[in-house]
């Protein structure tokens, strides 16, 4: 899986403006590695630099910095010299007697790190980080219908890779391997259960009522014009008196006024006979104002006409829910490109000023929320439910190609990730729900553990040895860590959930998963971070390094494991894991 990278804030800040924000290179084996602990031991050239790149010639003789201490005291000098890299190129760095000091951008580069000038308490400093990445420490001990690792902190739908959230399933369209746009049951998956997550974590939402069908005298509706009817009625579906509308096609002329100014997830319940369109005004902070989202009868996913953006919801020729965020779909709307990815829009909502209905239909419980985490959560398991195949799989339509040595995956693999994740899904919506379709599909998902990728499942094994559930079932195999631990975690919620009967093969699949996880943990190790994969052991290419928000992904699941399993060797990696964070390594000889 991928997952959000933090890197963008540290870049933007330190690029340009740190360029002489000098950092004590140890040249000379006197210093220690702790950080200076204020302001006099640490003069920072501030102002009074060389703007850079400028050759060393240039600034002459006469080029000499220097600035007072805190305490008035000796004044430190300095000046430019010239630093050969490995015997491969030159840069400019500063040299005061016995010191010398590189740029900070050169640092940055050579060794990966980051850093920015932070400024509070009224002075400023510079903020070193080993890495970008932060982990999250779980609260509590890992349960099956309790939050999902850290993915409260996770918002899947704003992701650039997220096309829109499709308005006929409410559930997000991927652009991640391809700009057309598909449904990734990985990526749908996670937003269930983040939302689920937020759910545990968060405030309790508002929700506020405008419509329910209750109030015959119908006081927030409002006609355009002679030809528009607007009615109470009863609607035998249902049972209940809903909202009867009739316009001329086109004509916004029935409208109710919302004025809402902080509760942005907007649900009804909709009927339609003919040419329906729902539409909301939005007031925006673009220099365009107002906005208008279209959710029409059509099939199409998304598409934009200057300020008009529509959503296709589907013919809706029976009673539907539907729970949209007004402010995600306002922004996936405006960021539309043709390219790959969806460019991040700005724009801020200010107000939900109306909403009209148009054509022949029927609506009912029009409510603005604060957030609506389980009725996305639900639109992420009901969508798990209904597109699992026969074999159990979600399979996947996209062509996948991890590295040329491992071929390509052509569309419709499963991947263990995948399969373990939707069973994380499907049992809590079986524990919140009671529904049984929600626990029988998360046991015929465990189908495709059985089966070799070679053989279309999702099984390797290493050395002939160790059962391993592949993210990607790649010839050779590939051994992605992370999707696999996933795999395992879904197979405990499921072995912990299902009656004694039918959790045996879960529980099979667990605990051989895990004897594999201990014996195979230590080959993930590089001493100073963690590998991805295990390509440069299958193929003999050089290792995968795992980013930043790998490695802690990595953390955040033997976290987990280690909650649940008590283990010496997963208690052992995972503290040497998290001081890899902050730059320490494992001893050499
Ligand atoms: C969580 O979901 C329950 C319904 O299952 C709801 O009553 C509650 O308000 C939700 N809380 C939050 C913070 O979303
Ligand atoms: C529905 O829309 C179509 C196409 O715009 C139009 O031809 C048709 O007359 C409309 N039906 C009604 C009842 O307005």
């Given at each position: 899986?991928?997952?959000?990278?933090?890197?963008?804030?540290?870049?933007?800040?330190?690029?340009?403006?740190?360029?002489?924000?000098?950092?004590?290179?140890?040249?000379?084996?006197?210093?220690?590695?702790?950080?200076?602990?204020?302001?006099?031991?640490?003069?920072?050239?501030?102002?009074?630099?060389?703007?850079?790149?400028?050759?060393?010639?240039?600034?002459?003789?006469?080029?000499?910095?220097?600035?007072?201490?805190?305490?008035?005291?000796?004044?430190?000098?300095?000046?430019?010299?010239?630093?050969?890299?490995?015997?491969?190129?030159?840069?400019?760095?500063?040299?005061?007697?016995?010191?010398?000091?590189?740029?900070?951008?050169?640092?940055?580069?050579?060794?990966?790190?980051?850093?920015?000038?932070?400024?509070?308490?009224?002075?400023?400093r510079f903020e070193w980080q080993h890495s970008y990445s932060k982990i999250y420490y779980p609260k509590e001990q890992y349960k099956p219908d309790g939050i999902f690792m850290s993915f409260d902190h996770y918002n899947v739908?704003?992701?650039?890779?997220?096309?829109?959230?499709?308005?006929i399933e409410g559930v997000p369209i991927s652009t991640q391997w391809g700009p057309q746009g598909y449904f990734y049951p990985i990526q749908i998956a996670q937003f269930g259960l983040s939302h689920y997550s937020k759910n545990?974590?968060?405030?309790?939402?508002?929700?506020?009522?405008?419509?329910?069908?209750?109030?015959?005298?119908?006081?927030?509706?409002?006609?355009?014009?002679?030809?528009?009817?607007?009615?109470?009625?009863?609607?035998?579906?249902?049972?209940?008196?809903?909202?009867?509308?009739?316009?001329?096609?086109?004509?916004?002329?029935?409208?109710?006024?919302?004025?809402?100014?902080?509760?942005?997830?907007?649900?009804?319940?909709?009927?339609?006979?003919?040419?329906?369109?729902?539409?909301?005004?939005?007031?925006?902070?673009?220099?365009?104002?107002?906005?208008?989202?279209?959710?029409?009868?059509?099939?199409?996913?998304?598409?934009?006409?200057?300020?008009?953006?529509?959503?296709?919801?589907?013919?809706?020729?029976?009673?539907?829910?539907?729970?949209?965020?007004?402010?995600?779909?306002?922004?996936?709307?405006?960021?539309?490109?043709?390219?790959?990815?969806?460019?991040?829009?700005?724009?801020?909502?200010?107000?939900?000023?109306?909403?009209?209905?148009?054509g022949f239909g029927r609506i009912d419980n029009v409510k603005l929320s604060t957030t609506a985490h389980m009725a996305h959560f639900y639109d992420a398991a009901n969508w798990l439910l209904n597109n699992q195949d026969k074999?159990?799989?979600?399979?996947?339509?996209?062509?996948?190609?991890?590295?040329?040595?491992?071929?390509?995956?052509?569309?419709?693999?499963?991947?263990?990730?995948?399969?373990?994740?939707?069973?994380?899904?499907?049992?809590?919506?079986?524990?919140?729900?009671?529904?049984?379709?929600?626990?029988?599909?998360?046991?015929?998902?465990?189908?495709?553990?059985?089966?070799?990728?070679?053989?279309?499942?999702?099984?390797?094994?290493?050395?002939?040895?160790?059962?391993?559930?592949?993210?990607?079932?790649?010839?050779?195999?590939?051994?992605?860590?992370?999707?696999?631990?996933?795999?395992?975690?879904?197979?405990?919620?499921?072995?912990?959930?299902?009656?004694?009967?039918?959790?045996?093969?879960?529980?099979?699949?667990?605990?051989?998963?895990?004897?594999?996880?201990?014996?195979?943990?230590?080959?993930?190790?590089?001493?100073?971070?963690?590998?991805?994969?295990?390509?440069?052991?299958?193929?003999?290419?050089?290792?995968?390094?795992?980013?930043?928000?790998?490695?802690?992904?990595?953390?955040?699941?033997?976290?987990?494991?280690?909650?649940?399993?008590?283990?010496?060797?997963?208690?052992?990696?995972?503290?040497?894991?998290?001081?890899?964070?902050?730059?320490?390594?494992?001893?050499?000889?």
């Amino acid at each position: 899986m991928r997952v959000f990278s933090y890197r963008a804030n540290f870049k933007h800040l330190s690029v340009a403006s740190l360029l002489f924000a000098l950092v004590i290179l140890v040249l000379y084996s006197k210093c220690n590695n702790e950080r200076p602990q204020s302001m006099d031991s640490f003069p920072l050239i501030s102002h009074d630099h060389d703007p850079g790149g400028r050759r060393l010639e240039d600034s002459g003789g006469g080029h000499e910095l220097s600035l007072n201490n805190q305490n008035g005291g000796s004044i430190l000098r300095y000046q430019p010299i010239e630093c050969v890299i490995n015997s491969d190129y030159t840069i400019e760095g500063r040299r005061e007697g016995a010191e010398v000091f590189l740029p900070f951008s050169f640092i940055e580069k050579y060794f990966e790190v980051y850093g920015k000038i932070a400024e509070y308490d009224g002075y400023e400093r510079f903020e070193w980080q080993h890495s970008y990445s932060k982990i999250y420490y779980p609260k509590e001990q890992y349960k099956p219908d309790g939050i999902f690792m850290s993915f409260d902190h996770y918002n899947v739908e704003l992701r650039d890779r997220v096309k829109c959230i499709s308005g006929i399933e409410g559930v997000p369209i991927s652009t991640q391997w391809g700009p057309q746009g598909y449904f990734y049951p990985i990526q749908i998956a996670q937003f269930g259960l983040s939302h689920y997550s937020k759910n545990l974590t968060e405030q309790e939402p508002r929700v506020i009522v405008y419509e329910n069908g209750e109030n015959t005298a119908m006081p927030g509706w409002l006609l355009g014009n002679t030809k528009s009817h607007v009615e109470n009625v009863l609607d035998e579906e249902k049972g209940s008196r809903v909202i009867e509308f009739i316009t001329d096609t086109g004509s916004p002329s029935v409208t109710l006024n919302l004025k809402n100014s902080e509760d942005f997830e907007l649900s009804f319940d909709f009927k339609c006979f003919d040419n329906c369109t729902i539409l909301v005004i939005l007031d925006t902070s673009d220099k365009d104002k107002y906005f208008h989202i279209h959710y029409t009868t059509s099939r199409e996913a998304i598409s934009r006409r200057g300020t008009h953006i529509y959503y296709g919801l589907g013919s809706c020729r029976s009673w539907r829910t539907f729970t949209r965020d007004l402010l995600n779909d306002l922004r996936k709307g405006v960021g539309q490109t043709n390219g790959k990815s969806v460019k991040k829009a700005k724009v801020s909502l200010r107000s939900i000023v109306k909403l009209s209905v148009q054509g022949f239909g029927r609506i009912d419980n029009v409510k603005l929320s604060t957030t609506a985490h389980m009725a996305h959560f639900y639109d992420a398991a009901n969508w798990l439910l209904n597109n699992q195949d026969k074999k159990g799989g979600w399979p996947i339509w996209i062509t996948r190609i991890l590295i040329d040595e491992m071929g390509e995956l052509p569309p419709g693999w499963y991947s263990a990730m995948a399969q373990g994740h939707a069973m994380s899904v499907l049992v809590r919506a079986y524990r919140k729900s009671g529904k049984p379709e929600y626990l029988k599909a998360a046991l015929k998902a465990t189908y495709p553990f059985n089966k070799l990728s070679s053989q279309g499942g999702v099984k390797a094994v290493f050395l002939d040895k160790y059962p391993w559930y592949e993210e990607y079932p790649t010839n050779p195999s590939s051994f992605v860590l992370n999707g696999f631990i996933y795999s395992l975690i879904g197979l405990y919620d499921l072995m912990m959930t299902a009656s004694d009967e039918d959790r045996v093969e879960a529980e099979r699949l667990y605990r051989e998963g895990l004897t594999s996880l201990k014996a195979l943990l230590p080959l993930y190790d590089t001493g100073s971070g963690t590998v991805y994969d295990l390509r440069h052991i299958t193929t003999g290419v050089a290792p995968k390094l795992a980013r930043w928000d790998y490695h802690t992904t990595h953390i955040s699941q033997l976290q987990l494991l280690s909650s649940i399993e008590k283990n010496s060797l997963f208690q052992n990696t995972l503290e040497r894991w998290i001081e890899y964070m902050k730059g320490k390594r494992a001893k050499h000889n």
